[in-house]
Nanobody
Framework: QVQLVESGGGLAQAGGSLRLSCSAS????????MAWFRQAPGKEREFVSA????????YYADSVKGRSTITGDKSKKMVVLQMNSLKPDDTAVYYC???????????????????WGQGTQVTVSS
């Protein structure tokens, strides 16, 4: 079992930055993959970014690549998503997700994650 709690988010202007944090508790060994997904009103939940505890490999959706950075702190059991150059299209509820032993091809599939945070709203104004 893994418990996830998000923090951060809020209101930002286009071109600004936001920092989202996700604290994990429970089973957080090296097999864990932690990810961020987002869901805008009327749209499906989409992958944003992920990091594997074992090896620290990171992955990004094309929509945020180059302007977002995901980092993990194993000692604090925390993952942080720094988003820069925000766009109105980034407006969504952002969810932290985690699961163990995911294969690479499954990292972007929300159906493969068993553990989810409660979500945090990000609103970007133009």
């Amino acid at each position: 079992q893994v418990q996830l709690v998000e923090s951060g988010g809020g209101l930002a202007q286009a071109g600004g930055s936001l920092r989202l944090s996700c604290s994990a508790s429970g089973r957080t060994d090296s097999s864990l993959t932690m990810a961020w997904f987002r869901q805008a009103p009327g749209k499906e939940r989409e992958f944003v970014s992920a990091i594997r505890w074992g090896g620290g490999h990171t992955y990004y959706a094309d929509s945020v690549k180059g302007r977002s950075t995901i980092t993990g702190d194993k000692s604090k059991k925390m993952v942080v998503l720094q988003m820069n150059s925000l766009k109105p299209d980034d407006t969504a509820v952002y969810y932290c997700a985690a699961d163990t032993r995911l294969i690479l091809s499954s990292i972007g599939d929300p159906e493969q994650y068993d553990y989810w945070g409660q979500g945090t709203q990000v609103t970007v104004s133009s």
